[in-house]
């Protein structure tokens, strides 16, 4: 089993994520999608260059984007399932191998300026 590390941003995105659909999905529904994102979080430290991963470079670094819908199909039972996830992980190799998860990208977001933002912070000096 792969090793994974959630940055402070991705933590609290992650929180705000889960927050937002036991609003919207009520208790079951924040756990079906916590459900599916830490799979999604699993599948990548198992194989970060696994089928479904998008890697996009920028600020001189490669990031890896990887769907959450790719990772639904793990739960059997089909009325269980997410049927429309909305977030993409947004990822790196670091150089001990662990996978570095930086934040998570909603299909709705400019891709392309949250990749920038998401780098950026995740260059600065951890404490």
């Given amino acids: 089993m792969g090793k994974f590390r959630l940055s402070a941003p991705a933590e609290a995105d992650l929180d705000a994520i889960l927050d937002w659909s ?3 999905f009520h208790a079951v529904g924040r ?4 459900a599916l994102l830490v799979q999604a979080m699993q ?3 198992d194989d970060p260059r696994r089928e479904g991963v998008e890697w996009v470079r920028t600020l001189k670094q490669s990031v890896g984007l990887y769907h959450a819908w790719h990772s639904r199909d793990h739960d059997p039972d089909p009325a269980e399932r997410v049927h429309d996830p909305r977030h993409a ?3 790196r190799i670091a150089e001990d191998g662990v ?3 930086l934040d998570f990208v909603h299909d709705h977001m400019l891709r392309g300026r949250a990749l920038r933002r998401i780098v950026r912070g995740s ?5």
Avoid: I, K
């Avoid at 756990?31 to 916590?34: D, H, I, N, V």
């Avoid at 260059?123 to 404490?127: A, K």
């Fill in 22 to 24: 036991e609003e919207r």
């Fill in 31 to 34: 756990m079906r999608y916590a």
């Fill in 43 to 45: 599948d990548l430290a």
């Fill in 89 to 91: 992980v947004v990822f």
């Fill in 99 to 101: 996978v570095d998860l």
């Fill in 123 to 127: 260059q600065s000096p951890r404490h």
